[in-house]
């Protein structure tokens, strides 16, 4: 990520406030990204921006290509004459959509046409097969492809001819919907890059089973002749789970995917450094060795240790991309084979001070056993806000936290955080929650909930000038200020 120390902001895009049911690309979107330049901040970290399926997880996405439709900006929906500004009142951003691509697709030739028609092309080697799937996904109402109609779920090519033949106006919709996203997300990109800010995405390793790539790509995972996964993704037991957790994602057939040339991943990678600066790459254990369960285990206990591609994998990608601009997320029980490949390739790690006391002094994620490769976060959007981890903490580790801290934990977010800004890792990324000093109710995601998670959302008016101030005066105070604003 280079040398120089920076500061970030961890904000997924949902999150921000607005008239919709989520938070868009739009003009809130630009007044976080002033935001941040105020508060002089280098670095804006979302979560994977892809159309998020089972729980609305941004990490169980319907492609790993497509992008979130629900950011699209509507109020330029309507600057574009696609739909009337009354109607942005009355509608979620999926139906203002649906309106503007029937409305966009009638008007016939001209130069925003030409324009959606040339990045349909350039497009197509994943969004037709996406575009088609989200119409079929519709038709068999959410069902798993497996449930669909066997010539559809098994891609007879008679069958998804009639099929594109008969769901063509939804899938044109489709089709508008990602490139209106890549018009406005291209747009705030711009301006956070002009205003010094990169964006930090997040690539979650494994895909869901309930996706266009396992449906359209049944050759590059471990499925059997129905399409059914053989194996799954998931985590041995541990100290937190007694069974392990099971997540289900179908595995990768790397032999397969190394025989194609890496085809799929470098297309992969492509598509998100597009949206992004930097990604973060989730389980990156993975590519060392992954978890890999028998489909019709119910639990996790019974799996096995499974090789990654490893280096080959990466050398592969550098070759194809140049310097890799990866984060590798190295949270939880790592072993030397991870840390070497992690190192081979000069990738920084994460350090999270919420995991980082109540286990002595050797404890990795305490800051005076920081390293200066790698980011700081005072939690994650996996994390209760720092504010209800203290006030949730058995008494003897809240008594460590404050030894160390030496504070009375009134203000124990800023604690950390000035703790993180102080390190020497380049890099320290706060969640909003944190800079905002919010509790309990204001978490992103709780692991292994079924229901409540990835819905909080900021208030109008939030985070407001006076936490820029303060930010500003902390990110100033550690060396930590873009090279831009230094006197």
Not at 159 to 188: K, T
Not at 258 to 281: E, N
Not at 458 to 480: H, I, K
């Amino acid at each position: 990520m280079g040398a120089v120390r920076g500061s970030g902001v961890l904000l997924h895009p949902t999150s921000l406030p607005g008239p919709r049911g989520t938070g868009e690309a739009g003009a809130q979107a630009h007044r976080f990204v002033r935001w941040l330049a105020d508060a002089r901040q280098s670095l804006w970290q979302v979560l994977p921006l892809g159309p998020p399926g089972y729980g609305d997880s941004p990490y169980a996405a319907l492609s790993a290509f497509a992008g979130d439709a629900r950011l699209v900006d509507g109020d330029e929906l309507a600057a574009q004459g696609w739909v009337a500004r009354g109607e942005l009142r009355t509608g979620r951003t999926q139906d203002l959509l649906e309106l503007a691509a029937d409305r966009f697709l009638a008007r016939g030739p001209g130069a925003q046409r030409a324009a959606f028609d040339a990045f349909c092309g350039a497009s197509a080697p994943w969004l037709d097969d996406f575009a088609l799937f989200m119409a079929l996904h519709r038709r068999f109402e959410g069902r798993t492809w497996t449930d669909w109609d066997r010539p559809l779920a098994l891609r007879d090519p008679t069958a998804l001819a009639e099929a594109r033949g008969a769901l063509r106006r939804e899938i044109d919709r489709h089709r508008f919907a990602q490139w209106r996203l890549r018009e406005d997300w291209a747009r705030l990109k711009r301006a956070a890059n002009g205003a010094g800010i990169r964006l930090l995405g997040d690539m979650p390793m494994f895909v869901a089973h309930q996706s266009a790539d396992a449906w359209a790509h049944r050759d590059l995972f471990h499925l059997d002749d129905a399409g059914r996964p053989r194996v799954v993704a998931g985590v041995p037991p541990d100290y937190f789970s007694r069974t392990g957790q099971r997540w289900g994602n179908p595995l990768y057939r790397w032999d397969a995917m190394a025989a194609q040339g890496w085809t799929w991943w470098t297309d992969r990678f492509r598509a998100v450094l597009d949206l992004v600066d930097l990604v973060r790459i989730d389980h990156f254990r993975g590519f060392a060795a992954n978890w890999e369960i028998p489909a019709d285990h119910p639990t996790a206990e019974h799996g096995r240790w499974a090789p990654g591609p490893g280096a080959a994998f990466f050398e592969a990608m550098r070759d194809r991309l140049g310097a890799l601009p990866i984060v590798a997320e190295d949270l939880g029980v790592i072993t030397p084979d991870v840390v070497a490949l992690r190192d081979r390739f000069g990738l920084p790690g994460m350090r999270v001070l919420q995991f980082a006391f109540g286990s002595g002094p050797d404890n990795p994620y305490l800051p005076h056993n920081h390293v200066p490769r790698g980011i700081v976060y005072t939690g994650t959007h996996d994390n209760d806000s720092t504010r209800g981890w203290f006030a949730s903490m058995p008494p003897a580790e809240r008594a460590a936290v404050l030894r160390y801290t030496g504070t009375d934990g009134s203000a124990i977010e800023r604690d950390l955080m000035r703790l993180a800004s102080m390190s020497v890792s380049e890099w320290c990324v706060f969640p909003i929650q944190d800079v905002l000093g919010l509790g309990t109710e204001a978490r992103m995601n709780r692991p292994g909930a079924s229901g409540g998670n990835w819905n909080w959302r900021l208030r109008d008016g939030q985070p407001g000038d006076g936490a820029a101030r303060w930010l500003a005066e902390l990110t100033q105070e550690y060396g930590r200020e873009p090279a831009a604003s230094r006197t």
